[in-house]
């Protein structure tokens, strides 16, 4: 077994590293999946999910806007298949898609989002997605929740989308679309992608 207490290189990408955490936050990286426990300490690690590509370096390096669109062809089925089921339009999940992982399934973000859609694991499991890197599991999941936010948001496409980055209760806090950066910005871009998908 390989413990890895930094941050992972680029080769981890060839390989499936799980991640454990334990209750402080401290993670844990190791070639294999267990049941771990560190019995000298008594201290348990939970199983968080596998590392894959992080987004903010790798998904979307070395790619044209060409080849990002011919590598989200792929996935077209899947998006039209959930967009009907979740009543919500196969463009906006397309958009988010594009921004949120570049197309790529395995896709790990520095916070530890994942695949697609960029799932958080708690929120996968709350979705029923068992597997996040499933592009199938992950797509679902991904426009079942942006189709509730939009529900919870009366279909204000902008303030949904600010949660999906930021998280519900912090766009209900603000009455709108949070004074931070990286979500004003994830916004304009989705929105950008969206228009130009929806034309």
């Not at 196969?90 to 916070?111: G, H, I, N, P, Y």
């Amino acid at each position: 077994m390989t413990l890895v207490l930094a941050s992972l290189s680029v080769r981890a990408q060839n390989g499936e590293i799980h991640i454990y955490s334990d209750h402080t936050g401290a993670r844990l990286y190791t070639d294999k999946k267990i049941n771990f426990k560190v019995e000298k300490s008594g201290v348990d690690y939970a199983y968080v999910g596998k590392y894959g590509r992080p987004t903010a370096v790798l998904s979307c390096a070395g790619f044209t806007a060409a080849g990002l669109e011919a590598r989200g062809a792929q996935y077209q089925y899947h998006i039209d298949q959930y967009s009907r089921q979740f009543a919500i339009d196969a463009a906006l999940v397309k958009a988010v898609m594009r921004v949120e992982s570049c197309f790529d399934s395995a896709a790990v973000s520095r916070v530890g989002a994942q695949g697609l859609m960029q799932l958080m694991p708690d929120r996968a499991m709350r979705l029923g997605v068992t597997d996040s890197f499933s592009p199938a599991q992950n797509i679902r999941g991904g426009t079942e929740f942006l189709s509730n936010l939009l529900k919870r948001f009366d279909n204000n496409i902008e303030y949904a989308l600010a949660a999906y980055n930021a998280g519900p209760l912090t766009v209900e806090r603000y009455k709108g679309i949070p004074p931070y950066k990286e979500t004003q910005n994830y916004v304009k871009r989705v929105m950008t992608h969206y228009k130009r998908y929806s034309s």
